[in-house]
């Protein structure tokens, strides 16, 4: 079945780093992919995604570009801030069923001053 | 804008109990979906309904049923609670025409004591 493996970390950075959190992908079809984030004591938010080979998703100073040839979905970030602590999770749906979401198992960033 | 709301926030229940909870969508949206978050775990896809009708079942056990209404709000029943049972379970909401993505509730925290 679908399957996403995605960093675990957790992982502390001290603010203006450079964030890299890899994500691929096992699907039979083609999904569309998405990073959702998870701030403490929170429910799930959508912080991007993209349906195509080569689409990039962007949002907050986060990118993430689909690769079909390398089923992946890394999610970056030019210089992280204090305020985007959360865990991060890397998902897919398949487009032509349910669409339900599979989700890797999420990595936790810590992001201090 | 109106967000997918879920109720209660918090439930403490004793083994052998049952446990209702509560979704409602946001408006004009189709279809929902149940997820169970483990402690440290990724979502795991329970259930899904689609204009009132179950469409996708994932790890759902057998003591747990779940039914979308006529005004589109949803519930997830679970009987004979154990142990394991506790954790966050997150309701999410989507359109199909035009599509969207899906939108998570705040999720409910189940404690089975």
């Known amino acids: 079945g679908d399957s996403v493996t995605q960093m675990e970390g957790p992982v502390t950075l001290s603010e203006e780093a450079f964030l890299t959190i890899n994500c691929t992908y096992t699907?039979?079809?083609?999904?569309?992919l998405f990073w959702y984030v998870q701030y403490p004591g929170e429910g799930l938010q959508l912080l991007l995604k993209?349906?195509?080979?080569?689409d990039k998703g962007s949002n907050k100073g986060f990118e993430a570009t689909y690769r079909k040839e390398t089923t992946s979905f890394h999610l970056e970030k030019g210089s992280v801030q204090v305020s985007d602590s959360a865990v991060y999770f890397c998902?897919?749906?398949?487009?032509?069923?349910?669409?339900?979401?599979?989700f890797g198992k999420g990595m936790k960033l810590t992001v201090n001053p | 804008a109106a967000g997918v709301i879920q109720s209660p926030r918090h439930l403490i229940k004793e083994k052998r109990e049952t446990a209702t909870l509560k979704c409602y969508p946001i408006p004009r949206h189709d279809t929902v979906y149940w997820y169970q978050q483990g402690p440290g775990q990724d979502p795991q896809f329970l259930i899904s309904?689609?204009?009132?009708?179950?469409?996708d079942k994932g790890s759902i056990p057998d003591r747990f049923s779940a039914q979308q209404f006529s005004d589109y709000h949803s519930e997830l029943n679970m009987s004979s609670l154990e142990l394991g049972d506790s954790a966050l379970y997150f309701c999410a909401s989507s359109r199909r025409q035009p599509k969207t993505e899906a939108f998570f509730g705040q999720g409910t925290r189940l404690t089975v004591v």
């Open positions: 998902a897919l749906s398949d487009k032509g069923g349910s669409e339900k979401l599979v």
């Open positions: 309904f689609y204009e009132k009708m179950q469409s």
């Open positions: 993209a349906t195509k080979a080569d």
């Open positions: 699907a039979t079809g083609y999904p569309s």
